[in-house]
């Protein structure tokens, strides 16, 4: 089986699904997608197989693959929050994660600072340092890659593999941020400070500071981007501008 035509059809299909041209209670049938995609049968299953455990489509006997209602969606899974980016319901995964943090990455860098070793707190501020330098430099993507990495370390560092598992969906949407034009050209000097003193507080073993600074982090993120969500018929055009870049990549 080709991973690469695997890939396309998943994508293809999950996208289709995630936008409503494929709404809950629709019945495929494989055979059909067959024809569609001009693939093999065995890539087909792989890709009915990937929806189901994503908890996108079900079996129906003697009928095919039936969607399933969001409601019953993986919303934790890479490719879904991907595609929900990508395909129409940017604001409502924006604002989900965005809670999820706020809630989420204050305690964690709390616990960071009384459990994570001492090889992540130096990581911490290697990162922090390098940000900085690349966020007045302008240079976005790079400044993600470690952006991803930092955050990802903080839920890894809290001791609580509850939160360690988060680093997917939290990483997704701090790239989705970039790829969606919604970070300035130069991060906020205040919000470098920030994940210096986060780093700084870890390392330092001071659980308040860090929760501290990590708060200010999660805030001005959702003062940022709040208004992609907040009165969604007011930031139509916005949205739609966004929805059009998305679309493109």
Not at 68 to 93: C, H, T, V
Not at 112 to 118: D, G, I, K, L, Y
Not at 167 to 190: K, W
Request: proline share 4%; charged share 25%; net charge negative.
């Amino acid at each position: 089986m080709s991973t690469s035509l695997h890939t396309q059809v998943l994508d293809a299909l999950g996208r289709k699904i995630v936008s409503g041209q494929l709404p809950p209670g629709t019945v495929v049938r494989a055979e059909n997608l067959v024809d569609d995609f001009s693939v093999s049968r065995g890539v087909i299953r792989e890709v009915i197989r990937s929806l189901q455990l994503l908890g996108m489509t079900e079996s129906v006997k003697s009928l095919g693959v039936r969607v399933r209602p969001k409601s019953q969606w993986n919303p934790y899974a890479r490719e879904i929050i991907r595609w929900r980016l990508y395909e129409g319901d940017l604001g409502a995964q924006l604002r989900s994660i965005t809670e999820l943090r706020s809630v989420v990455e204050p305690a964690a860098a709390e616990l960071s600072a009384r459990h994570a070793p001492v090889e992540i707190g130096e990581r911490l501020m290697e990162l922090a340092s390098q940000m900085r330098t690349l966020g007045r430099s302008g240079d976005l993507d790079l400044f993600e890659k470690l952006d991803i990495e930092f955050h990802a370390l903080i839920l890894a560092g809290s001791g609580n593999e509850m939160f360690a598992h988060l680093d997917v969906p939290i990483g997704e949407i701090l790239r989705g941020r970039v790829d969606a034009g919604l970070m300035p050209a130069h991060p906020h000097e205040d919000a470098m400070q920030w994940h210096v003193d986060v780093a700084d507080a870890v390392q330092g073993r001071r659980p308040e500071e860090a929760r501290a600074a990590m708060t200010k982090i999660v805030v001005q993120t959702v003062s940022e981007i709040s208004s992609i969500w907040d009165g969604a018929e007011r930031q139509a055009p916005q949205l739609d501008a966004v929805q059009s870049r998305l679309a493109g990549l």
